[in-house]
DNA sequence: CTTCTTTCTGCACACGTGTGCAAGACTGCA
DNA sequence: TGCAGTCTTGCACACGTGTGCAGAAAGAAG
C-alpha cells in the first residue's frame, strides 16, 4: 500500500486513480459543476476507494468562507441555553454548517475570546449568552460577519437579534394570576443587566398596573437557585406574605417552592402560587409542575439559523420576536379555586 | 482608508506598515522564533493599527494542525453531559484548542457525521455521548487522530477512554444501603447497551452478592424521566414492594421520587431510599435532598483533555478510571435511621 | 585583519483546494 | 462540409500562512 494512502487522500491522488485532472475531481464535488456523468462516476468510484473527502480548510481557505459559526454560549447548567445550544447546532449542522464552540463564564471574557474565534474566520456568530459591547460589534461587522444574539437584545446596528416576547408572556402571566384571584403578587427578577429579565418584569408590572393592581414586592435572584433562595427567603420572611410570585425562569421557581414548602412550612399552591419562566423540563416534573411561559426553542433556534444565512448575503439587521405560551399547570391557582378560596 | 483595511488584514500589509519582510511578520507570532526585539516591537505595532491577528485556517493548512477538536455530544438534555460539555470546552480552551461541535441525536447518526468532522481537518476527536462504531475508530486512526471517549469505553485499540469508577460507586452505593438495614433493594438500569449502566449494574449486584443479600428487583429506565416513571410504577405497584432503589442516574432516581410521593403516597426515604448516580445540580435541591455518586467532572475533563494531547503525541492510548465519591443525603436511611426502624 | 560564531532577515517553496479562461470534443442545423 | 452552439476538460493562478535555507550583519577570538 502506497505510504500516501494511509494518510488522508488528497483530490490530485483520486485523479491519478481515475485517470483525470485535479480540476475535474474538484468539480465532481461541486454543486452544478460541469462534469460529464460518466467522469463523474469514475471520479466518486476512485474517491470511495481512497476515502477521500475534501479538505474543508483548504476549501475555506481559497472560497473565503470557512462554512464554520462560531457559537457562544455560558452557563449550560441552565437547561434552557442547553437546549437552546443543542438545537442550534442540529440546524447549523443540517445547513452544512459546523458549530465553532466557544464557552466564556463572564460576559467580560467575551471581548477577548471572540477575536480568537474571528481568527478561524467564522462566516458568523451566534450569541447564545451574554451581551456583547459595541467595539466587538464593529468588529465582527467590519470583517463582515454577521452576529445574532438569541434571548438578548441590543441597540446596536449590524447586530441581529431573536428573542422570545418577554413582554407578551409576562403580561399573560399578569393575567393569569390576577384571573386567579390573588391580592399580594411579587415578582423575583433574574440578572438586573439582562434585556430578558427586565423585559419581562416591565410586561408582567404593567399589565398588573392596566389591571388595576400594584406589585406587592420585589426582589433579585440572579436566576440561580442559591440566590433565588435567599431572596426568597426574604420575602417569605415578612409579616405579611405574598400569595403568588412570578420568577423570571423556572430555575428560580423551583428553588422558591423548595423554600415555601421545606423551610415555611407552605402549600403551592394553596397558601401561595409559583410560576416561572422558560418551561425547562423540571418544570413538567410531578414534584414541581410549575406553570411556566413556554419560550418555543424551535422557532427560536430557526429564526437565528435564518438571520444568520440572511445577514450573509447582505441583508438588514433585525429583530424577530417569537410569540410566548402559557403554560398553566398546578403551581399557580387558576380561577376556579380563586372563586371557591374567595367564597 | 483603503478599501483592504476594512476586511482582514493580511501579514503582508502589517509587513508592509512595519517595513520588514512577510516572514518577519510571521515569526513575530511565532513563539521562540528569531526575531530582534526592535522589530518584533515595531510588528506587533503596525498589527494592532491594522487589527491583524494570523488566519488561523491559513496556518492549518501549512502547519497541517488546525488547532480544533471534535466535540461529539448527544442528550445535552442530561445535565451530567451539559456539564461535561462546559467543563471541556473551557479546558481546550485554555489549551489553545477551539471545539469543533457535533451534536447528534442518536449513535447512528455517528458514522456518518465525523466524516464531516474530519473533513476540517481536526486534531482530535472528544466523544461524550455514545459509542462509535469499529469502522469509525478506525477511520480516525488511520487519519491519526487520537479519539477519546468519555464516559463510555469500548474495546478497540486507539481509541482512549476516560470513565468514573462505575463498579467502585455502585459497590458503594451497596454497602450505603444494605448498611441502611434495607432488605429488598431494586435496581433501575440505565440505556441497557452502554458500559456506564453495565458497570454501575454489576458493581451494585456485586457487591451486594458479598454481602449476601439478593436483588430484589431490576427493572430499565432507559435514562429518561419518562421511561423511569413507567418502570417505577411496574416496580412499585408490586404486593411486596422493594425499600430502596439504587438508579442508573439521577433524573431516573428524581422521577421515582415523584412517582413514590405523588402516585403511591409513600414517604421518601421512611418508605422508600432512593439514591441516583451523577450527582447532577437538582440532586441537592431540597425538594429532593438525593443521595447520589458524584462524579467528579473537573477531573474526567482533564484527564481527556490530557489523554488527547498525549495521543496527539504519538502516546499509547489508555483508559483513564476517575474514582467516584458517595455523596449521602437525605433520600436514604443511614445507619442509625436504619438501626432505628428495627427496632 | 582574518576567521568563526551568533543573531537576524528575506527569498522561495509548500499546504490542498476552487475557478476563470481557453481550447478541444461533440451535436445539430443549414 | 461548414458553422454555431453547447458541453467538457486541463492549465495555471490564487487564497494566507510557516519554515528551510542561505546570506548578511555584528561581534568575539585568534
Request: aromatic content about 6%.
Given at each position: 500500500?502506497?505510504?500516501?494512502?494511509?494518510?488522508?487522500?488528497?483530490?490530485?491522488?483520486?485523479?491519478?486513480?481515475?485517470?483525470?485532472?485535479?480540476?475535474?475531481?474538484?468539480?465532481?464535488?461541486?454543486?452544478?459543476?460541469?462534469?460529464?456523468?460518466?467522469?463523474?462516476?469514475?471520479?466518486?468510484?476512485?474517491?470511495?476507494?481512497?476515502?477521500?473527502?475534501?479538505?474543508?480548510?483548504?476549501?475555506?481557505?481559497?472560497?473565503?468562507?470557512?462554512?464554520?459559526?462560531?457559537?457562544?454560549?455560558?452557563?449550560?447548567?441552565?437547561?434552557?441555553?442547553?437546549?437552546?445550544l443543542e438545537a442550534t447546532c442540529l440546524k447549523l449542522q443540517e445547513a452544512?454548517?459546523?458549530?465553532?464552540?466557544?464557552?466564556?463564564?463572564?460576559?467580560?471574557?467575551?471581548?477577548?475570546?471572540?477575536?480568537?474565534?474571528?481568527?478561524?474566520?467564522?462566516?458568523?456568530?451566534?450569541?447564545?449568552?451574554?451581551?456583547?459591547?459595541?467595539?466587538?460589534?464593529?468588529?465582527?461587522?467590519?470583517?463582515?460577519?454577521?452576529?445574532?444574539?438569541?434571548?438578548?437584545?441590543?441597540?446596536?446596528?449590524?447586530?441581529?437579534?431573536?428573542?422570545?416576547?418577554?413582554?407578551?408572556g409576562a403580561r399573560a402571566m399578569a393575567d393569569h394570576l390576577v384571573q386567579?384571584?390573588?391580592?399580594?403578587?411579587?415578582?423575583?427578577?433574574?440578572?438586573?443587566?439582562?434585556?430578558?429579565?427586565?423585559?419581562?418584569?416591565?410586561?408582567?408590572?404593567?399589565?398588573?398596573?392596566?389591571?388595576?393592581?400594584?406589585?406587592?414586592?420585589?426582589?433579585?435572584?440572579?436566576?440561580?437557585?442559591?440566590?433565588?433562595?435567599?431572596?426568597?427567603?426574604?420575602?417569605?420572611?415578612?409579616?405579611?406574605?405574598?400569595?403568588?410570585?412570578?420568577?423570571?425562569?423556572?430555575?428560580?421557581?423551583?428553588?422558591?417552592?423548595?423554600?415555601?414548602?421545606?423551610?415555611?412550612?407552605?402549600?403551592?399552591?394553596?397558601?401561595?402560587?409559583?410560576?416561572?419562566?422558560?418551561?425547562?423540563?423540571?418544570?413538567?416534573?410531578?414534584?414541581?409542575?410549575?406553570?411556566?411561559?413556554?419560550?418555543?426553542?424551535?422557532?427560536?433556534?430557526?429564526?437565528?439559523?435564518?438571520?444568520?444565512?440572511?445577514?450573509?448575503?447582505?441583508?438588514?439587521?433585525?429583530?424577530?420576536?417569537?410569540?410566548?405560551?402559557?403554560?398553566?399547570?398546578?403551581?399557580?391557582?387558576?380561577?376556579?379555586?380563586?372563586?371557591?378560596?374567595?367564597?
Open positions: 500500500m502506497n505510504p500516501k494512502s494511509s494518510l488522508n487522500a488528497r483530490s490530485i491522488d483520486v485523479a491519478r486513480l481515475a485517470g483525470v485532472s485535479r480540476s475535474a475531481v474538484s468539480r465532481a464535488f461541486t454543486e452544478g459543476a460541469y462534469v460529464s456523468g460518466e467522469t463523474r462516476a469514475k471520479i466518486l468510484k476512485a474517491a470511495t476507494q481512497l476515502g477521500y473527502s475534501p479538505n474543508a480548510i483548504a476549501r475555506g481557505l481559497i472560497t473565503r468562507r470557512s462554512r464554520m459559526v462560531g457559537v457562544v454560549v455560558a452557563d449550560l447548567s441552565n437547561p434552557f441555553y442547553a437546549r437552546v452544512g454548517l459546523a458549530p465553532l464552540m466557544l464557552s466564556c463564564r463572564r460576559s467580560q471574557d467575551l471581548d477577548s475570546l471572540v477575536p480568537q474565534l474571528l481568527a478561524y474566520q467564522v462566516d458568523g456568530v451566534l450569541i447564545a449568552a451574554s451581551t456583547l459591547s459595541s467595539t466587538l460589534a464593529s468588529q465582527c461587522a467590519r470583517a463582515g460577519r454577521p452576529v445574532v444574539l438569541i434571548n438578548r437584545y441590543v441597540n446596536l446596528d449590524a447586530v441581529n437579534a431573536v428573542t422570545c416576547d418577554n413582554v407578551g386567579g384571584g390573588h391580592k399580594r403578587i411579587a415578582f423575583l427578577a433574574g440578572l438586573e443587566d439582562t434585556s430578558s429579565s427586565r423585559d419581562r418584569e416591565r410586561g408582567f408590572v404593567g399589565r398588573l398596573g392596566e389591571l388595576k393592581v400594584a406589585l406587592f414586592a420585589r426582589e433579585s435572584g440572579n436566576y440561580t437557585y442559591a440566590d433565588a433562595c435567599s431572596a426568597v427567603r426574604r420575602l417569605l420572611g415578612r409579616r405579611l406574605r405574598p400569595d403568588a410570585l412570578f420568577c423570571a425562569n423556572d430555575t428560580m421557581a423551583i428553588a422558591a417552592i423548595d423554600i415555601a414548602r421545606h423551610e415555611f412550612g407552605l402549600e403551592v399552591p394553596a397558601d401561595l402560587s409559583v410560576a416561572g419562566y422558560d418551561n425547562i423540563e423540571a418544570a413538567s416534573w410531578k414534584g414541581y409542575d410549575l406553570t411556566s411561559v413556554d419560550q418555543d426553542v424551535d422557532r427560536m433556534t430557526d429564526a437565528a439559523v435564518g438571520l444568520l444565512q440572511n445577514g450573509d448575503k447582505g441583508g438588514k439587521p433585525r429583530h424577530i420576536l417569537v410569540p410566548a405560551r402559557l403554560e398553566k399547570r398546578g403551581s399557580t391557582r387558576d380561577v376556579r379555586a380563586g372563586a371557591m378560596r374567595r367564597a
